[in-house]
């Protein structure tokens, strides 16, 4: 490390690792790629970080902003780096930041205008050492944020709503008893945000209606003889799929596994019995899955995603739905959760052309289901 007068790290190297920490107790200092941005961008911004729906809701303030006639960059852990974006920004473009715990691992200066917490629950566990670790990298968001910023928190997540005793900053609460039941939390702080912004509630929700969402964020593939296919890829941890099959009035296929993150499986039991009609399992998660569920629910174990695809539309029903929500993270078998997404979408695709030619169900051979 000699002569080295700064190390940027990128989000996925761990922050732990001796080597980061040889280098500071030489002084070296030691900083993320959205430090790096902080320090040589001077446009306001608004950050976005928690366990789920951060893309979805950096998506809409940037929507809303610009339905709104306010120039802004959306960036960070949602696309491209915040660096990537430098050239674009100034004091009169706002920076829309979904931002990572990974990312808030390596700051020391970085001070968003407007800080959004969604929720927080257990996951990346095989990364942090425990579920407070997690949490105490969350909060770096409001680390230097001072009376003159704004910290909008989840009321209804009871580890997010205790940041309000912690934070210097002025706050703003979303998802309290009393506000409108017709809106999704999502919603809920946007307008939270729009308000801050001087941004009336009928330029928001005239983006709300024609927002369709994000792929693979149960993003609707297609219907194959009354089978509707829904692919919700993105959903990398156990809290994000239940809940996605909150969404679901009737039970489910549900195709999940992949890479455990560390999480504890031991309650899913009870929620997935609820929800799901069959279980089919892919990747390194599937026997630690397999276990917590026991006899609950009938499952089947897949080599490979298509089989698990095909083998879904073999026992579907009309009516029925066949959802890949996987609980994991994708690292197993794929690139990336888009990557499972799209072979999932391609599969499912590609089974709609065959029925278009034969007719009725096709016959595919029993895996190995109780």
Same mark, same amino acid.
């Given at each position: 490390?000699?002569?080295?007068?700064?190390?940027?790290?990128?989000?996925?190297?761990?922050?732990?690792?001796?080597?980061?920490?040889?280098?500071?107790?030489?002084?070296?200092?030691?900083?993320?790629?959205?430090?790096?941005?902080?320090?040589?961008?001077?446009?306001?911004?608004?950050?976005?970080?928690?366990?789920?729906?951060?893309?979805?809701?950096?998506?809409?303030?940037?929507?809303?902003?610009?339905?709104?006639?306010?120039?802004?960059?959306?960036?960070?852990?949602?696309?491209?780096?915040?660096?990537?974006?430098?050239?674009?920004?100034?004091?009169?473009?706002?920076? /829309? @930041?979904? *931002?990572?715990?990974?990312? +808030?691992?390596?700051?020391? =200066? !970085? %001070?968003?205008?407007?800080?959004? /917490? @969604?929720? *927080?629950?257990?996951?990346? +566990?095989?990364?942090?050492? =425990? !579920? %407070?670790?997690?949490?105490?990298?969350?909060?770096? *968001?409001?680390?230097?944020?001072?009376?003159?910023?704004?910290?909008?928190?989840?009321?209804?997540?009871?580890?997010?709503?205790?940041?309000?005793?912690?934070?210097?900053?002025?706050?703003?609460?979303?998802?309290?008893?009393?506000?409108?039941?017709?809106?999704?939390?999502?919603?809920?702080?946007?307008?939270?945000?729009?308000?801050?912004?001087?941004?009336?509630?009928?330029?928001?929700?005239?983006?709300?209606?024609?927002?369709?969402?994000?792929?693979?964020?149960?993003?609707?593939?297609?219907?194959?003889?009354?089978?509707?296919?829904?692919?919700?890829?993105?959903?990398?941890?156990?809290?994000?799929?239940?809940?996605?099959?909150?969404?679901?009035?009737?039970?489910?296929?549900?195709?999940?596994?992949?890479r455990d993150k560390g999480q504890d499986f031991t309650g899913i039991r009870e929620w997935l019995r609820d929800k799901v009609k069959y279980l089919l399992l892919i990747g390194e998660g599937a026997e630690k899955i397999e276990k917590a569920v026991?006899?609950?629910?009938?499952?089947?174990?897949?080599?490979?995603?298509?089989?698990?695809?095909?083998?879904?539309?073999?026992?579907?029903?009309?009516?029925?739905?066949v959802l890949l929500s996987p609980m994991c993270a994708s690292f197993d078998m794929f690139e990336d959760y888009a990557h499972r997404g799209l072979v999932f979408k391609e599969k499912v695709l590609e089974l709609k052309k065959k029925t278009e030619?034969?007719?009725?169900?096709?016959?595919?051979?029993?895996?190995?289901?109780?």
């Amino acid at each position: 490390m000699a002569g080295k007068d700064l190390i940027v790290v990128s989000p996925g190297v761990p922050s732990h690792l001796s080597f980061l920490k040889r280098a500071k107790e030489r002084g070296i200092p030691v900083i993320g790629e959205i430090e790096l941005g902080y320090l040589l961008s001077a446009s306001p911004i608004i950050a976005v970080t928690g366990t789920n729906g951060k893309s979805t809701v950096t998506t809409l303030i940037g929507k809303v902003l610009e339905k709104a006639g306010i120039p802004n960059i959306v960036c960070g852990n949602i696309g491209n780096p915040f660096t990537g974006e430098l050239e674009k920004l100034n004091r009169r473009v706002y920076t /829309v @930041l979904e *931002i990572s715990s990974f990312q +808030l691992e390596n700051i020391v =200066s !970085f %001070r968003p205008w407007i800080g959004v /917490v @969604l929720n *927080i629950t257990p996951d990346h +566990l095989d990364r942090y050492r =425990s !579920f %407070r670790e997690y949490v105490e990298a969350k909060e770096r *968001i409001f680390l230097n944020q001072n009376s003159e910023d704004y910290l909008v928190l989840n009321y209804g997540d009871e580890v997010v709503r205790k940041f309000a005793d912690k934070a210097k900053s002025k706050i703003i609460f979303f998802n309290e008893p009393g506000e409108k039941k017709d809106l999704t939390e999502n919603q809920k702080v946007v307008l939270k945000v729009c308000s801050l912004m001087g941004i009336s509630e009928e330029t928001a929700f005239s983006v709300f209606q024609s927002f369709s969402g994000l792929p693979h964020r149960c993003e609707f593939v297609t219907e194959i003889e009354g089978v509707k296919f829904i692919n919700d890829s993105k959903a990398t941890n156990i809290h994000s799929t239940r809940y996605s099959l909150t969404s679901f009035r009737e039970k489910v296929i549900l195709i999940a596994g992949g890479r455990d993150k560390g999480q504890d499986f031991t309650g899913i039991r009870e929620w997935l019995r609820d929800k799901v009609k069959y279980l089919l399992l892919i990747g390194e998660g599937a026997e630690k899955i397999e276990k917590a569920v026991g006899d609950s629910l009938p499952l089947g174990r897949f080599t490979h995603l298509e089989e698990a695809v095909d083998y879904a539309y073999s026992i579907a029903q009309k009516g029925d739905i066949v959802l890949l929500s996987p609980m994991c993270a994708s690292f197993d078998m794929f690139e990336d959760y888009a990557h499972r997404g799209l072979v999932f979408k391609e599969k499912v695709l590609e089974l709609k052309k065959k029925t278009e030619i034969l007719s009725g169900h096709l016959v595919i051979p029993a895996q190995t289901v109780t």
